[in-house]
């Protein structure tokens, strides 16, 4: 094979000097589909799972229940109503919104919740 048979093969040869734009459009599509998923994961999905046992915690609050509030006061369930609980601290007796409970930190036992 001499050098200008070798010339002919390569000027026939087809030269893409810019990737297809469809692959460009759905390569691009993919990245976004990607981003999405893991904004879903990472952040949404955390914080639906925390609002589910946070709302599991508040319906299973009953007499008794030493809670945490979120602004840090302790104290033990006195009753509980429909939107708001009664709370008593040390000698004095609150009325919150159920919302304001952060946490459960001791379960009232059946024998002495009253």
């Given at each position: 094979m001499n050098f200008n048979m070798f010339g002919i093969m390569l000027a026939?040869?087809?030269v893409e000097t810019e990737p297809n734009p469809t692959a460009k459009t759905i390569l691009g599509g993919v990245w976004i589909a990607m981003m999405v998923g893991m904004v879903y994961f990472?952040?949404?999905r955390p914080q639906q799972k925390r609002t589910k046992d946070l709302n599991n915690l508040l319906k299973g609050l009953k007499?008794?229940?030493k809670i945490v509030t979120t602004s840090g006061i302790i104290g033990t369930v006195v009753s509980v109503k429909?939107?708001?609980i009664s709370l008593r601290s040390a000698e004095t007796k609150l009325e919150i919104l159920k919302s304001a409970v952060a946490e459960v930190t001791e379960r009232a036992t059946e024998g002495s919740a009253t």
């Amino acid at each position: 094979m001499n050098f200008n048979m070798f010339g002919i093969m390569l000027a026939a040869a087809p030269v893409e000097t810019e990737p297809n734009p469809t692959a460009k459009t759905i390569l691009g599509g993919v990245w976004i589909a990607m981003m999405v998923g893991m904004v879903y994961f990472m952040i949404l999905r955390p914080q639906q799972k925390r609002t589910k046992d946070l709302n599991n915690l508040l319906k299973g609050l009953k007499t008794g229940d030493k809670i945490v509030t979120t602004s840090g006061i302790i104290g033990t369930v006195v009753s509980v109503k429909d939107r708001s609980i009664s709370l008593r601290s040390a000698e004095t007796k609150l009325e919150i919104l159920k919302s304001a409970v952060a946490e459960v930190t001791e379960r009232a036992t059946e024998g002495s919740a009253t």
